[in-house]
């Protein structure tokens, strides 16, 4: 490859040799790091939290929270006890019990994070849901998962329609002046009187722990179930990758409504016994670099369209603030442009170093180490205990250069072990030869750098973000106006993609710019903001195949101006 590559970075780490760690390493090494190695008793939270609680980081701050009215920290032995908390409220008023769905819809706040780690303590299966969905999506979610038990916000709880969902027993309101009527339950009040000691629920390390809803490119988004046993990679990648060290300050800007936010904003961090900072609050450069200089991050993790729209800010703006605290630097979730790695070279003087995973694999798989050259427009190489190969469509494994699926060898730790009620979707993911298949296109080189290529489905990534076009198509139709909806990703320089929609109109229907108008904020707040299409077209009729499906390839071709490649299943 003719690309330019960057020298590894200068200092001391977790992985020193990755060459030498890929041919030595068994993951049985990295299950010693945990008391369940020598108790047998296993649960997430207890790894996260409390055992740290019983050592030298009792009094070390585990969270450092703030947003624009709160600013607190806690402890590892406060959180231990709120999250006690949490759980005997979920219990007592809640009746969870192991295995009962917990669902959490609510911006970022030190609650939510209590309620996380709460249910997870009472062997609860955990659904984070990201604040900005609207009640379609809401619904879809609770439905499907059968959630007993959701916490949320008075601001957010009309858009559950409680009514409709027969098996959600009790519903906690996180804030004040909450009146305690039918399901709904006062949260803050119950956490003030509730003991600050809580019986542990031993699970096994293959119950489930976490279900994230993720979208593919047909049908209703899927439930992807994580079990305690993905604690083993989520701990060594933050080693090895986050490289987190007993004194880091650690930031990861992500949701916990994605799993990013869950993985790497919750368990890696806490697993290794780190500092760890989240903000609330919406995207603000000012923001972002002052909290980087107040708390002197060190370590941080982040996305492509948010670099680039710190990028956008301008350089002098960085200039404003002290980041030198900044030791290591990571991005997951698009393409990282080898642009933005030599912007932040310029602005930070530190590598950006992309990582590659997804929902389903649960934790990072492929990886740039701070050990390592870093080749830009790379993703790195898979991570050590890890086989990742580029195969054909019936599992066979190309050589070297030879674009073809990115696919994962069956059994990693942190591997979804099942799409939820839904054992054939699972099934579908698997080759032949025990590949799972990713969905991405990629090459591997000869020194083993994976470059991502592109979705090979009609997956959208908007602003980091995955959406389903069905989704959306679905929502679209729902109009009154609408006919037919077709939905792509079109390319954007800043969000990686942008949402487009082409729409045939029904018979009474005009198109004017109101009606796009009216049709976006439609899916907007039916859906999700960053569900809802950016452009929307009108046209009189859309491309599809003698059995119905609308052809997104044809309306790609038509938006990017190239040829549409065999049309032979198209109607007239
Ligand atoms: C899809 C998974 C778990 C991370 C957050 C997204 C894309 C992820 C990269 C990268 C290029 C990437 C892939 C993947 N993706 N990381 N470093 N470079 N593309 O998780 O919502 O499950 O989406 O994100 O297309 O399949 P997700």
Redesign the pocket.
């Known amino acids: 490859m003719g690309t330019q590559r960057i020298p590894a970075a200068q200092g001391v780490y977790n992985l020193q040799d990755y060459d030498k760690t890929r041919q030595t390493f068994d993951w049985q090494e990295a299950e010693k790091h945990f008391s369940w190695a020598e108790t047998g008793q296993v649960n997430m939270a207890y790894e996260a939290i409390d055992r740290h609680a019983e050592t030298f980081r009792k009094n070390k701050v585990a969270l450092y929270y703030r947003d624009e009215s709160r600013k607190e920290t806690y402890t590892f032995e406060e959180m231990k006890e709120l999250s006690n908390k949490a759980g005997n409220v979920l219990k007592t008023y809640g009746g969870v019990n192991k295995g009962d769905r917990v669902f959490i819809f609510m911006p970022r706040s030190p609650e939510l994070y209590f309620s996380i780690l709460g249910a997870i303590k009472l062997g609860a299966i955990v659904g984070p849901l990201f604040e900005a969905f609207m009640e379609g999506a809401v619904k879809d979610r609770l439905e499907d998962s059968e959630a007993k038990v959701l916490v949320t916000t008075p601001d957010l709880v009309h858009r559950v329609p409680v009514d409709e969902l027969p098996a959600l027993k009790a519903i906690f309101l996180v804030g004040e002046n909450i009146e305690e009527t039918g399901p709904f339950i006062n949260f803050n009040k119950k956490m003030k009187e509730a003991d600050k000691h809580l019986e542990i629920e031993w699970v096994d390390r293959e119950d489930g722990l976490i279900l994230h809803y ?1 979208s593919g490119s047909t049908g209703r988004p899927k439930g992807v179930l994580h079990v305690h046993n993905a604690m083993i990679q989520h701990y060594q990648t933050a080693r090895w990758v986050l490289d987190l060290q007993e004194d880091d300050i650690y930031w990861c800007t992500a949701d916990p409504g ?3 936010g869950t993985s790497y904003g919750i368990f890696g961090p806490w697993l290794t016994g780190t500092s760890n900072v989240i903000t609330g609050g919406r995207f603000k450069p000012e923001n972002w670099y002052q909290a980087i200089e107040d708390y002197g991050v060190t370590v941080w993790y982040s996305a492509p369209t948010a670099f680039r729209m710190l990028m956008g800010a301008g350089d002098e703006l960085v200039e404003k603030y002290d980041l030198s605290s900044l030791r290591h630097i990571l ?6 442009n080898p642009e933005v790695i030599r912007w932040g070279m310029k602005v930070f003087g530190k590598r950006i170093h ?7 694999t649960g934790a990072i798989v492929v990886a740039n180490y701070p050990c390592m050259e870093i080749k830009p427009g790379s ?1 790195g190489k898979a991570i050590p205990g890890v086989e990742v190969a580029i195969v054909d469509d019936r599992g066979n494994i190309l050589p070297p250069n030879r674009m073809g699926n990115l696919a994962i060898k069956k059994g990693w730790p942190a591997m979804m072990r099942e799409i939820w009620k839904n054992p054939q979707k699972y099934d579908s993911y698997f080759l032949p030869g025990g590949w799972y298949v ?3 296109s990629a090459f591997m080189d000869e020194e083993g750098y994976v470059w ?1 290529q592109g ?1 090979i489905d009609d ?1 959208i ?1 908007t602003s ?3 959406v389903g076009p069905f989704e959306v198509e679905s929502k679209l139709l729902e109009h009154p106006a609408v006919a037919e909806a077709g939905v792509i990703g079109k390319p954007d320089p800043v969000r990686g993609e942008i949402i487009k929609a082409f729409v045939a109109l029904m018979e009474d229907y005009e198109p004017s710019e109101e009606l796009k108008e009216d049709i976006r904020q439609f899916v907007k707040t039916g859906l999700a903001a960053h569900a809802a299409p950016r452009e929307i077209e009108f046209r009189d009729k859309l491309p599809k195949t003698r059995s119905g499906k609308i052809m997104r390839r044809v309306l790609k071709s038509w938006e990017l101006g190239l040829p549409a490649g065999d049309l032979s299943t198209m109607e007239d």
Not at 331 to 336: A, C, D, H, K
Request: charged share 25%; no cysteine.
């Open positions: 993720t994605w799993v990013t991005s997951v979730g698009e393409p990282l992309d990582t590659w995973w997804m929902t389903e993703m990713s969905g991405d991502f979705r997956v990534m980091g973000e995955r």
